[in-house]
């Protein structure tokens, strides 16, 4: 029997509900595939970390203490000085959070200061935090910053609080302000750890002779507690200190770099009685146009008082001073006079190593002064000459005849200048016509301006007994191809080249 239109229409959409309830069906089941998938991914990322975190626990670095990580790092940062430490610590520390903590936490790693970085100095600034109590290795170059402004200001105010943990302290620079703020912190902090301290000022022309405030009250240096100084360094730079704290200064050097740092004889001998057992003392004069003053001494009685000071040094006089500890004493670019000065109220028993380098004015007044009959220096076993002039042959014979009795080392430095040139002749002559060998002791003679064949003409004019056994030479000087002098030295001596920089520059 045919469908009625009522049981027709109601079928159709009964058909209809059921498509879509299939409809829904196949939607629901490919959310819940979607679904599926993703919790099966997330399973897996959940598996793998849960893997991760247990071969972290496991792992024999988590089993290792602070410390043992901490001193294996150590291997790698500390070879490491300044800017280059940091960046190796910094790099560590972002490796994993076990390497951080190692590396953060260990004042150690963080005690190079060196400003190198630029402004605003944060590398240096968070050395100076992380390093906490650490002693600080301080070597600050400033003259090659492009400019000195607010923001080396502030890092320097705060750096001035920290010196006294300093360990090592070399500073450079050719404005006078930030010696300025550091000096003065330097003269005020007792500085227990302090072992070096060089401080170089390298100032223009234009503003040398200018006064450095505050300095006119001499100061024990260093809040009169530096014992473990080993190494001073002052070069063209007034300091106001008129003693050193320490009793372990072995290495003594004044760089008399401009007018300003001129000090008094007295203040000048307070310092050098102030320490006991320095070793090594150098004193030079450089600077643009400086011309040192030949009266230097006046002030103290030594070469003539003036008026002013009459009174006052005929109660109080200034007496010879012995320096019985000096091994080695340097005197470079310094006024003869100024050196005569110097020579004729101090004394050196002990000195060993003797260097006369590039003395300004009449050379001969110091090695007569030197090398006379009784010697000032008998026991010198090493010496250096370089660019002495105005020195005639009688003198320089006299000097070496007389200061070089025990001189086992000899340098000789003659370039650009003709009365060191003329030696090796002089060594010869008196060997073969007076039958006297200079230097009788001399083991190794090492030259700078001396061609080969003139060290052979020196060596074989002297009896093979009193020839040195070792010559050290500058490679140019061994340049000219017709020079058969150099196969002569490695046939009958040792023969060494000079490394390093020339003491004089290269033409």
């Given at each position: 029997?045919p469908?009625t ?38 399973r897996q990322?959940?598996l ?11 792992a ?6 602070t ?5 294996v ?16 610590a ?9 390497w951080?903590?190692?590396v953060?936490?260990?004042?150690s790693?963080w ?7 630029g402004p605003?100095?944060?590398?240096s600034?968070?050395?100076?935090e992380?390093s906490?109590?650490q ?5 600050i170059d400033m003259?090659k ?10 890092f ?13 302290f070399?500073?450079?620079a050719?404005k006078l302000?930030p010696f300025?703020?550091l ?18 000022c390298?100032?223009?022309e234009?503003v040398?002779?200018r006064?450095m405030?505050?300095?006119s009250?001499?100061t ?12 001073m360094?002052i ?20 760089d008399f770099h ?7 004889c007295?203040?000048?001998?307070g ?12 004193i030079m ?6 011309r040192f ?6 002030r103290?009685?030594?070469s ?22 000096l091994?080695?004493l ?5 006024e003869?006079?100024f050196?005569?000065?110097?020579l ?10 003797l260097?006369?380098?590039y ?8 090695v ?11 026991n010198v ?5 370089l ?8 003198r ?9 009795k025990?001189v086992?080392?000899?340098?000789l ?6 009365t ?28 700078d301006?001396?061609?080969?064949t003139?060290?052979r ?10 020839r ?10 061994c340049?000219n ?11 009958n001596?040792?023969v ?12």
């Amino acid at each position: 029997m045919p469908l009625t239109a009522a049981e027709r229409s109601s079928l159709k959409a009964k058909l209809q509900s059921v498509d879509r309830s299939i409809t829904e069906s196949y939607d629901e089941e490919i959310q819940l595939t979607y679904r599926l998938n993703v919790l099966r991914i997330e399973r897996q990322t959940l598996l793998a970390e849960r893997n991760r975190v247990q071969n972290t626990i496991q792992a024999p670095l988590y089993g290792l203490p602070t410390e043992i990580i901490t001193h294996v790092m150590s291997f790698v940062i500390l070879p490491f000085s300044g800017s280059v430490a940091f960046k190796v610590a910094n790099a560590l520390s972002h490796i994993c959070h076990r390497w951080r903590q190692a590396v953060l936490y260990e004042p150690s790693f963080w005690t190079h200061i060196t400003m190198k970085e630029g402004p605003p100095y944060d590398a240096s600034q968070i050395c100076l935090e992380r390093s906490g109590a650490q002693s600080l290795q301080v070597d600050i170059d400033m003259t090659k910053m492009r400019k000195y402004d607010e923001p080396e200001i502030k890092f320097l105010l705060k750096l001035a609080s920290h010196l006294h943990r300093c360990r090592t302290f070399h500073f450079t620079a050719n404005k006078l302000h930030p010696f300025e703020i550091l000096l003065p912190a330097f003269a005020k902090a007792p500085t227990p750890q302090l072992r070096k301290f060089e401080v170089f000022c390298f100032l223009d022309e234009a503003v040398q002779g200018r006064d450095m405030p505050n300095t006119s009250q001499p100061t024990v240096a260093f809040g009169g507690e530096a014992p473990k100084l080993g190494t001073m360094t002052i070069s063209g730079v007034h300091v106001p200190w008129a003693s050193f704290p320490t009793s372990n200064l072995q290495s003594l050097e004044f760089d008399f770099h401009s007018s300003d740092v001129q000090r008094s004889c007295r203040t000048f001998f307070g310092i050098l009685g102030s320490v006991n057992n320095l070793k090594s003392l150098t004193i030079m004069q450089g600077g643009a146009g400086l011309r040192f003053d030949d009266r230097w001494l006046e002030r103290s009685s030594v070469s003539g008082p003036s008026s002013n000071n009459q009174s006052e040094l005929a109660t109080n006089p200034i007496r010879r001073l012995t320096l019985p500890s000096l091994t080695e004493l340097v005197f470079t670019f310094t006024e003869c006079e100024f050196t005569c000065d110097l020579l004729s109220v101090l004394s050196f028993p002990k000195v060993q190593k003797l260097t006369l380098e590039y003395l300004k004015g009449d050379s001969g007044r110091v090695v007569d002064l030197i090398g006379g009959p009784k010697p000032s220096f008998p026991n010198v076993t090493h010496l250096r000459l370089l660019g002495l002039m105005s020195i005639n042959d009688h003198r320089m014979l006299s000097f070496l005849h007389h200061a070089g009795k025990n001189v086992t080392h000899f340098h000789l430095n003659a370039v650009r200048c003709p009365t060191l040139k003329r030696i090796p002749m002089l060594f010869r002559w008196m060997a073969m016509e007076r039958q006297l060998n200079l230097l009788p002791k001399l083991q190794e003679i090492s030259t700078d301006g001396i061609s080969p064949t003139e060290l052979r003409q020196l060596i074989q004019g002297r009896a093979p007994q009193f020839r040195p056994k070792r010559v050290v030479m500058r490679r140019r000087d061994c340049a000219n191809p017709e020079d058969m002098g150099v196969q002569w030295l490695m046939e009958n001596l040792e023969v060494q080249y000079m490394q390093g920089s020339s003491d004089t520059e290269d033409d």
